[in-house]
């Protein structure tokens, strides 16, 4: 079974400063106590080509075992009030949510690929 991710990516926010306050403040905390069954949690800023703003500032990365225990997930009640927060904080046009099948791969000393 495949390991999945739900991904959420915010536009640019009208105030950066303001964004990241009440991201910090309040969203991410509602991730860490009402979004169960995550195996991992990356945050990423993101940056803009050297030619133009790129569309989105921030991209959210939730990390689940498989499609079973996300879609367990994204039912519950604590999830959506998550989704609903994330969706009111996102002051440059409603976040994109996107769900993603994940094919990993590390590589070794030799840089040879090996499937994880």
Known sequence: MAAVK???????????????????REHVPRIMKNVRGITK???STLFDSPEKDG???RMIELHFPSME???ECLIAED???TVE???SISTGGRPVFMIAEMEEFEFNDESQAVRV
């Open 85 to 87: 927060h994330a969706i």
């Open 79 to 81: 999830t959506r009030k």
């Open 69 to 71: 225990a996300m879609c």
């Open 55 to 57: 569309p989105f500032y």
């Open 6 to 24: 739900a991904i959420a990516l915010f536009p640019h926010p009208k105030d950066k400063k303001v964004f990241e306050e009440v991201y910090a």
């Open 41 to 43: 949690l990356v945050m």
